[in-house]
């Protein structure tokens, strides 16, 4: 071949390949500016499940970068050195899609880190607890995606099926603990399998969700919900998706028992039913699903004037806080949607305090909004602050280490809940701390 012909071949080839490998190099660029700017700002720790990979395993075939559903809004993962890494911790909010896609078996997905424990029952591939009958699917169990939280419910709705024992006259077949994602959808393939079932909910539709804030965005994938069938949402409000469970409600006949709180759960003498006593009624019954979510009871601050009726633990509507001065207490996702939405108002002065130097566990969109409104003014954000006393027309808030006086019309705390580990223990289900384990 002559010299011509063989540089007309070899020249596209040289030119792919460079710009291969300058995509590449691009590429891992940004991940290591990723990784660096979430340590500056702290943003390690992740939030709930989140991936470890194995760089002895990986090849770094990228297929979990683009399997990751948040990749396209902000840096999750990324490959440095040939290997792919959890560049954003603090973005991660546990889709787990990334695992599914590695074609080599490199990640795994586990709760917590060395430093941050997290409480999660232990349940079998099934969901069934250490109790058999007793059952926990959604977020309790650590899935608190809407998408996997309903899957959860159907899925573990399938394993009830599977026992011995349904379809006596004188006791339920299933009593389900909560109206969430999960418990809606175990509530559906309840009643498409003809089991006789009660759904109990403490509270409203929608369980976690009915709590977001007015007007939140609320991201989840397309599930398969028993009866409805397809729920194509990809991002929506928290008021649409709520009407369109509602509006389920309505067309199917689900039946909801709202405001009755479970008080206790134990074994009957024959060793294979339940009672479920609440705050209304108990009910004997074959199996329980507990679908209640890890919101809990609301974490207070303990301080003087907490009592007082214009402190509350979530944001209802912004605009009753028009024209007024607020202050809301925290630094997740919750925190900072109530802090935005209630700044939108006009007239209103709106300060948020928060104990740590960095807003880890919110999402970026989160982060970014606070940030602009805090650079025009129309927000006031105090880290490494706590809150010393709730007067009743200010507050007194600790700020390095100098006691500040705000005028203050109300409070909002955001500062998580105490999960229902209690509860759980005196049931008898077995509760572990993961810190970075499956």
Not at 331 to 360: N, W
Request: glycine letters at 10%; charged letters at 20%.
């Amino acid at each position: 071949m002559s010299p011509v012909l063989l540089a007309l071949y070899l020249l596209p080839v040289i030119g792919i390949f460079g710009w291969y490998v300058h995509s590449r190099r691009r590429k891992e660029l940004t991940s290591i500016r990723a990784a660096e700017e979430a340590i500056a700002a702290s943003m390690t720790e992740p939030p709930s499940l989140h991936p470890v990979i194995d760089p002895t395993k990986c090849i770094g075939c990228r297929s979990c970068v683009a399997a990751c559903p948040e990749q396209y809004a902000h840096p999750v993962l990324g490959i440095i050195r040939g290997k792919a890494r959890l560049v954003g911790p603090s973005n991660c909010i546990g889709h787990g899609a990334c695992k599914a896609a590695c074609p080599v078996d490199a990640i795994e997905l586990v709760f917590g880190t060395e430093k941050r424990g997290v409480d999660i029952p232990l349940v079998k591939p099934d969901f069934e607890t250490n109790i058999p009958g007793i059952f926990i699917a959604g977020e309790l169990g650590g899935m608190g995606l809407i998408r996997n939280a309903v899957e959860q419910g159907r899925q573990a709705l399938d394993s009830v099926r599977k026992l011995k024992g349904l379809g006596k006259q004188n006791q339920l077949d299933l009593v389900i603990v909560g109206a969430g994602p999960a418990g809606i959808a175990a509530s559906l393939g309840a009643m498409d399998a003809k089991l006789r079932s009660v759904t109990v909910e403490q509270d409203s539709l929608g369980g976690t969700v009915a709590h977001f804030p007015r007007g939140k965005l609320v991201m989840t994938r397309p599930a398969i919900l028993p009866i409805v069938g397809r729920m194509n949402f990809t991002e929506t409000s928290k008021e649409k998706l709520l009407e369109y469970w509602q509006g389920i409600e309505r067309k199917t006949g689900l039946n909801i028992n709202y405001k009755e709180r479970v008080t206790g759960i134990t074994r009957r003498p024959d060793g294979v039913s339940f009672e479920v006593r609440t705050t209304k009624n108990a009910y004997v019954t074959r199996a329980v699903l507990l679908t209640i979510g890890r919101r809990g009871t609301p974490r207070q601050l303990g301080v003087p004037g907490e009592k007082s009726s214009k402190v509350v633990y979530r944001l209802i509507d912004p605009e009753q806080y028009r024209g007024q001065h607020v202050l809301v207490v925290g630094g997740g996702d919750s925190a900072l949607e109530a802090a935005h939405s209630i700044a939108e108002q006009p007239g209103t002065t709106v300060t948020i305090s928060y104990r740590s130097p960095a807003f880890t566990r919110a999402k970026p969109k989160n982060r970014d909004k606070v940030a602009q409104l805090a650079a025009a003014g129309r927000m006031n954000v105090l880290m490494k602050s706590n809150v010393r006393e709730i007067r009743r027309d200010s507050v007194v808030i600790e700020a390095d280490g100098e006691p500040v006086i705000l005028p203050n019309h109300g409070v909002i705390v955001c500062a998580g809940g105490i999960l229902p580990t209690g509860f759980l223990k005196e049931v008898g289900i077995e509760v572990e701390t993961k810190y970075g384990t499956a």
